[in-house]
């Protein structure tokens, strides 16, 4: 249901034991007064926390907790905790006040302090944990549910990330239903109240039918692209690949199949951000134009053999198209765009493989004898620095499946790195997609849709697809003093030092705040802070 797991950044592990990160724990060791901070480097944050935050215990959120946080994560691998590495101190200004000192500008750094472990408390065990959400974990029967229960006292006096007044749901329990249909009954048979999950079109049907039952369905997190590789002699020429593109309906793509769950699914037009985000900008120029495509390929000296396919620069315009075989709506894709390119003299053999032998070494990431197209999803993160290595031309650019080199598209993804201010940064990720799909790199499609129900009791809930996090703002829901939360998987590891899948992220997410939560607009919204200070070049 979410597609290939493809390969990724080192997955988080166990902290060291050690780190090399200062830390400075006390208010007097930086000599500076918290009111008039300066930066020793050229570039730190000044994190001005909540004074009413505090742990299930009632002590407060401290910077102690900030700098602890950084120095554990700073010693696990991985892509996701590379910022807390870039960190060269952190000094606790007072017990309010943190100072984060970077070696260097980071871009990124609002994705920093997702979740703040208390001080001395990193550890795998979920129960052994003090929380800052308005929820503390209770029990987790394996096989079966989670459960949490809203704490007497919280020291929120408003939701934080939507702003909206507290709720009064006091405990949720989590079940774990291994297919759609089941999602579907326990929801009709009141034995759940909330599901969320990547619906086909008779599921939309049914819920639509249910008189108690309220639902959603938009763009989701996953997006589905075609790609060419870049190393195949014929398709590494850009008439080439204009050549393909002019024949693909992608309009006849999205009535073919997200339409059919989603009628008012709209093309994906940017490979950074995704629609909905207040980033995003339509890059792709989507002129579907088969007589164009023709010209195109008679144009570069293409012709027309006895069987209507061209051939050019004396190869036959034949292509292995490569995909998965888990997904039904991929063959549907295939033999929509097998049609359209025929049509224009162009042949496509399909190479299907699950989703175990396509995210291979050898395939996926074999060269251009091994396939010359691919259809498959990426997922979309609540920042683009993730994916950075998919426009990478080197060895760093593991993630580049489709290996297009532009030296002036990586120069431009290399330097958001840097780039602080998030407008500035936000500026030159697009215009790196935009050279980037005018170049034709890829062929964008679609955002696969995501369905959110919910008993019509329930109110509150505010579907926040993109991120996978629907119950991003369940601390204003009101309705049920115990909700049931159907979801599709149950999580292999509740551990926030771990690398989660989206059943814990859910779960955690009512657990353990951070500095920032991200809104339903795709906002970052202050959660354990007042404020962050931005200080560059001071020093």
Not at 132 to 137: I, L, V
């Amino acid at each position: 249901m979410s597609g290939p797991a493809l390969p990724r950044p080192t997955p988080l592990a166990a902290p060291a034991s050690t780190t090399t990160l200062a830390v400075t724990t006390t208010e007097s060791a930086s000599g500076e007064d918290a009111a008039t901070v300066t930066c020793p480097t050229e570039f730190c944050l000044v994190y001005h926390i909540d004074r009413s935050a505090s742990w299930s215990d009632g002590q407060a959120v401290t910077a102690s907790d900030f700098a602890y946080t950084a120095a554990v994560l700073s010693g696990i691998p991985g892509g996701e905790t590379d910022g807390y590495r870039q960190i060269e101190q952190v000094d606790t200004l007072d017990t309010k006040t943190a100072r984060v000192v970077f070696r260097d500008s980071y871009g990124p750094w609002q994705t920093l302090f997702k979740r703040v472990f208390r001080d001395g408390q990193a550890t795998d065990d979920v129960d052994d944990i003090d929380t800052t959400g308005p929820f503390a974990f209770v029990e987790w029967q394996e096989g079966e549910s989670i459960t949490l229960q809203r704490k007497r006292a919280w020291w929120g006096d408003v939701d934080p990330i939507s702003g909206n007044a507290l709720g009064d749901v006091t405990e949720i329990r989590f079940v774990f239903l291994n297919t759609l249909e089941e999602m579907v009954d326990a929801l009709e048979n009141d034995e759940v109240d909330v599901i969320s999950a990547r619906p086909d079109a008779d599921t939309v049907t049914r819920l639509g039918e249910m008189a108690e039952i309220e639902m959603t369905v938009a763009p989701g997190p996953f997006w589905e692209h075609i790609d060419f590789h870049h190393d195949d002699p014929i398709l590494s020429q850009r008439w080439a690949r204009e050549a393909v593109s002019l024949a693909i309906d992608r309009e006849e793509i999205l009535d073919a199949t997200v339409r059919l769950v989603d009628p008012t699914a709209a093309a994906l037009d940017n490979t950074v951000w995704m629609s909905g985000s207040p980033q995003y900008e339509p890059h792709f120029d989507d002129i579907y134009d088969p007589e164009r495509a023709r010209e195109v390929l008679e144009e570069n000296g293409c012709a027309q053999g006895d069987d209507g396919v061209y051939g050019c620069q004396g190869r036959r315009m034949s292509f292995v198209w490569a995909s998965t075989n888990d997904d039904p709506a991929r063959r549907v894709i295939f033999e929509t765009v097998r049609e359209d390119l025929i049509e224009v003299g162009i042949e496509l053999v399909a190479a299907f493989r699950s989703p175990s032998e396509f995210v291979t070494r050898d395939f996926l990431f074999g060269g251009p004898d091994v396939w010359q197209l691919v259809n498959f999803s990426w997922r979309a993160r609540s920042d683009p620095s993730m994916a950075n290595p998919t426009y990478y031309c080197d060895d760093a650019g593991a993630l580049n499946v489709n290996r297009y080199c532009s030296s002036a598209v990586e120069s431009s993804i290399r330097s958001t790195g840097s780039i602080v201010d998030p407008v500035e940064r936000a500026a030159v990720y697009n215009t790196a997609d935009r050279r980037y799909l005018e170049d034709l790199a890829v062929i964008p499609l679609y955002q696969k849709p995501t369905l959110m129900a919910w008993d019509t009791q329930l109110t509150g809930p505010d579907p926040n697809y993109t991120f996978s996090a629907d119950l991003w703002d369940v601390a204003s829901w009101s309705g049920l003093d115990t909700i049931v939360v159907g979801l599709p998987d149950e999580p292999a590891t509740m551990s926030p030092l771990s690398q989660i899948d989206d059943s814990a992220n859910i779960i955690l997410g009512t657990l353990l705040y951070g500095a920032f939560g991200m809104d339903a607009s795709q906002e970052y919204q202050p959660v354990l802070v007042d404020s962050v200070e931005v200080i560059e070049d001071s020093g």
